[in-house]
């Protein structure tokens, strides 16, 4: 049989505590406090088998803290209700919160039975019946119990046994976590922490991480049931002796997982179901008790879907917690007001980081998206929230916390039925959802269409200028860029990004400017002008001047230098076999030398050794060049004459 653990529920004094010990023989009442006062304080422990273990809840109502920390963590549910007193408020209270923190598995016991008679114990347990109507005890079994004379406990024992192994598992996410719920110190061993394992394995030897205050720790030693181990998994109480931290640096609440994996985080989206006892709408602002894990947090609450939510009715709210929660999609919380302190509603985390640059309606349509159960369409939803980001298979799972393992066939299942695009990017996938990836690769199309219209006379649009100018994230653009030249949507010439058909189209006395600029530039030489130069020789407005530079650098008839000089490409050869003259009865080159060479000052001399230092054709050793590799062909060579 898989690891089951089970929860009690249920009103103070009913004898929750009495009726685990009957079928474990373990006192969960630990403290000494609770001996003497026969009063649980906080939760306890207990196996009834070696893969059924038992978590003991106080019943009385200033201890709704402790009750929620010991029912966060448990697969299915033992409602405890005495028969001397039937329903009593915190028994309506403790399984309003097991129903809402998702739990679907439970049983009945009616306790006491032997302080009253028999029509009475069916009035009870016909109360009983139509109290659970509507939940996730409607069907459950109902045992009639006395742990004075011993009735019904093997009854109820073997019925838990049943549903235990009939009990769906606990989704593994993959992700080991552990919410602490003890941290004490034992001696010769050191610091240990007990909790449930809500996902993943933990193994001896392992270094996790204690949240939130992201500390790494190794587990040195494991414990289950008592029992030395060397791993424990989902659904099984756990004692793990960590090693480098001191037990006072520790607090219920904290979360042991692998690191890097759980959000720590002080605001967070979620959904609530507002339960209809409480006489009040849940209002803009409120300020609420958080029960999140084995934490409770103060917290402002933002209705996001209207301005309020009337009792009996769900929605989704923004929470500002007053303190730092370690938190994941789905996690599930109960939610209860601040004062008077009663439990009102809960829900579960949609999303554990702030909304960005969102108004009110765009907030719900996307944490709309992430309300569901299937595994596809939370994808879709998380790649919906990020919209103009392309996301990784890492991306998912440290959103989601889920292992990688479990998310690659849905990836593939979503890209095969069209709804994901992907783009491979250094050796890794980036998935993006179709419709809006269309939609980005569209505003790109257009926004290179606007600029050939206001543009005409340059050949292409500026890679880098684009980029910056689209309203979306760099990366994104450039990725689907690539994309879009690979399927020929759009051509890349250098660094100008163009249509596919587009050109420039001079008229008769643009293309007579153009080449006495470009016959000006060759003419001088190895001094190339400036283009400052070039405005005082050409009587050209200012921005021709640039587009004509533009064009003749595109057609590779010239390059610009440093400091903004342009170089005609058939002036190369003519600098090559200068060095190579120069270089046959000489072993460095310094920059007087260099000087006499082009017949011209540092002006073109600095400019012109570091273009040739960057064709490789010369080498700088401090202050003096060094013969390269001259034997490179130019682009001259290609350009023609």
Not at 2 to 8: A, L, M
Not at 163 to 192: C, E, H, Q, Y
Not at 427 to 452: A, N, P, R
Not at 522 to 535: Q, V, W
Request: glycine share 8%; hydrophobic share 35%; aromatic share 6%.
């Amino acid at each position: 049989m898989k690891p089951v653990i089970w929860g009690t529920a249920g009103h103070i004094d009913h004898g929750k505590t009495a009726l685990v010990e009957s079928m474990t023989g373990t006192n969960t009442d630990r403290l000494q406090e609770e001996q003497n006062r026969g009063l649980t304080i906080d939760i306890g422990f207990a196996f009834l088998s070696d893969e059924i273990s038992f978590i003991d809840v106080p019943g009385h109502e200033k201890f709704i803290k402790n009750m929620v920390t010991g029912v966060s963590t448990i697969d299915a549910g033992l409602l405890v209700v005495a028969a001397d007193d039937g329903i009593m408020p915190q028994t309506r209270e403790h399984l309003a919160i097991l129903q809402l923190l998702g739990v679907e598995t439970g049983c009945i016991a009616l306790t006491k039975t032997d302080l009253v008679d028999s029509a009475w114990l069916d009035l009870v347990e016909e109360t009983v019946y139509e109290h659970v109507q509507g939940t996730f005890l409607q069907s459950a079994p109902v045992i009639r119990t006395s742990a004075v004379s011993g009735e019904g406990i093997d009854e109820l024992s073997e019925r838990i046994t049943e549903l235990s192994a009939r009990l769906p598992r606990r989704i593994d996410r993959g992700i080991p976590r552990l919410p602490v719920d003890r941290a004490f110190s034992v001696k010769g061993f050191g610091t240990v922490v007990t909790g449930s394992v809500t996902s993943g394995e933990f193994h001896q030897g392992d270094t996790v991480e204690l949240l939130p205050s992201r500390r790494e720790v190794k587990v040195r030693g494991i414990q289950t049931h008592g029992q030395d181990t060397k791993s424990v998994g989902i659904s099984e109480r756990a004692a793990l002796n960590i090693a480098n931290i001191e037990v006072d640096a520790i607090e219920r609440g904290d979360q042991l997982t692998s690191p890097g994996n759980l959000h720590v985080s002080d605001e967070i989206y979620a959904t609530v179901d507002y339960l209809s006892h409480p006489a009040d709408p849940l209002k803009q602002n409120q300020r609420v008790r958080i029960h999140l894990g084995t934490t409770e947090i103060l917290a402002r609450c933002t209705v996001v879907t209207g301005q309020q939510i009337d009792p009996g009715d769900s929605g989704l709210v923004k929470l500002r917690l007053e303190d730092r929660a370690v938190v994941a999609f789905g996690d599930r919380y109960i939610m209860r007001f601040y004062s008077p302190m009663m439990t009102i509603g809960g829900g579960r985390v949609l999303y554990p980081e702030p909304l960005k640059y969102l108004n009110r309606a765009q907030t719900a349509d996307r944490l709309a998206a992430l309300d569901q159960e299937d595994l596809a369409g939370i994808l879709r939803g998380f790649a919906n929230i990020y919209r103009t980001r392309l996301l990784s298979l890492a991306d998912f799972s440290r959103e989601l916390t889920f292992h990688e393992k479990h998310l690659t066939e849905p990836l593939v299942r979503l890209r095969e039925q069209g709804d994901f695009r992907a783009f491979e990017v250094e050796e890794k996938l980036l998935y993006g959802l179709t419709d809006k990836v269309e939609c980005m690769e569209k505003e790109i199309l257009d926004s290179i269409k606007e600029y050939h219209e206001h543009h005409s006379k340059e050949p292409g649009y500026p890679r880098s200028q684009l980029i910056q100018e689209v309203n979306l994230p760099d990366e994104t653009v450039s990725i689907l860029l690539e994309g879009l030249v690979s399927r020929g949507e759009i051509e890349e010439l250098g660094p100008l990004i163009k249509r596919p058909g587009f050109s420039v189209r001079l008229t008769p006395r643009e293309q007579e400017q153009k080449k006495r600029l470009e016959e000006f530039i060759l003419s001088e030489g190895l001094c190339p002008p400036s283009e400052n130069d070039l405005a005082e020789a050409m009587d050209f407005a200012a921005e021709e001047l640039r587009q004509f530079l533009k064009l003749l650098q595109y057609e590779k008839a010239v390059e610009r230098l440093p400091d903004n000089l342009y170089f005609h490409v058939k002036s190369k050869d003519m600098l090559r076999q200068e060095l190579r003259r120069y270089f046959t009865d000489h072993r460095e080159l310094e920059i007087g030398q260099f000087k006499d060479i082009i017949g011209g000052s540092r002006k073109y001399a600095i400019p012109l050794l570091e273009y040739t230092d960057q064709l490789g054709w010369t080498r700088r050793d401090d202050d003096v060049r060094k013969k390269g590799n001259l034997e490179q062909s130019t682009t001259s060579e290609q350009y023609g004459d």
